[in-house]
């Protein structure tokens, strides 16, 4: 069994979940009712709220906060310093007590530095939102967003090379395949939705 590392200036309040293998790190602070997976790596300052689950074998970089009812799921990188939310329209008068708005960010996505990702949204899996960008609505597997707000502006593959389809709406039922250059996985295009043939 891999054994669990946190830092001596790192807080991992009780009832707080942790999976075998996870590092984290210094000045951290994770509350009751997290739940963190294995193998993941929290960065230098990372909060992680009650109600925030994390999968296996995420990577956040350092100063990310790790709001209630955000879900990241297995493999996620989140870069330093990329901003979640959880409110809408916060008032400090008017506290909403617990009753957040979700988010949930899929298998493999890839969050670039300084991103921000508006609550409500779903970050698809394998996508990848650029540095600085700011989420407001959400993005679909695979897409590559950038810029304020974000838009879609290329795909991505699995392995982070990017795919050569373009940004425009294909024909109803037209079909275009593409070939990663670099792994040689293979994706199909429809519309502006994008899957792997053949994923497992």
């Known amino acids: 069994m891999k054994k669990i590392y946190i830092d001596k200036t790192a807080v991992v309040d009780e009832g707080a979940e942790i999976g075998?293998?996870?590092?984290?790190?210094h000045f951290s602070h994770v509350m009751r009712g997290?739940?963190?997976?294995?193998?993941?790596?929290?960065?230098?300052?990372?909060?992680?709220?009650?109600?925030?689950?994390?999968?296996?074998?995420?990577?956040?970089?350092n100063n990310v906060s790790v709001?209630?009812?955000?879900?990241?799921?297995?493999?996620?990188?989140?870069?330093?310093?990329?901003?979640?939310?959880?409110?809408l329209?916060?008032?400090?008068?008017?506290?909403?007590?617990?009753?957040?708005?979700?988010?949930l960010?899929?298998?493999?996505?890839?969050?670039?530095?300084?991103?921000?990702?508006?609550?409500?949204?779903?970050?698809g899996k394998w996508a990848f939102v650029?540095?600085?960008?700011?989420?407001?609505?959400?993005?679909?597997d695979y897409a590559l967003v950038m810029g304020v707000p974000a838009k879609i502006s290329g795909w991505m593959c699995e392995c982070g090379e990017r795919l050569g389809f373009d940004t425009r709406d294909t024909e109803e039922g037209?079909?275009?395949v593409k070939t990663c250059p670099k792994c040689g996985r293979k994706y199909e295009?429809?519309?502006m939705q994008v899957k792997q043939i053949g994923e497992k």
């Open 20 to 25: 075998e293998g996870t590092k984290i790190w």
């Open 105 to 123: 960010v899929k298998k493999g996505a890839s969050l670039g530095a300084n991103s921000t990702i508006v609550c409500g949204t779903t970050i």
């Open 67 to 87: 709001y209630g009812l955000v879900t990241l799921e297995d493999d996620v990188f989140v870069g330093p310093s990329a901003v979640f939310t959880n409110d």
């Open 89 to 103: 329209n916060p008032r400090a008068p008017y506290p909403k007590h617990g009753d957040w708005v979700p988010t």
């Open 174 to 176: 037209e079909i275009i």
């Open 34 to 61: 997290a739940k963190i997976g294995k193998d993941c790596v929290l960065g230098q300052n990372t909060f992680v709220g009650d109600r925030a689950v994390i999968g296996d074998r995420v990577k956040i970089q």
């Open 189 to 191: 295009k429809i519309g």
């Open 130 to 140: 650029a540095a600085g960008a700011v989420v407001t609505k959400s993005v679909p």
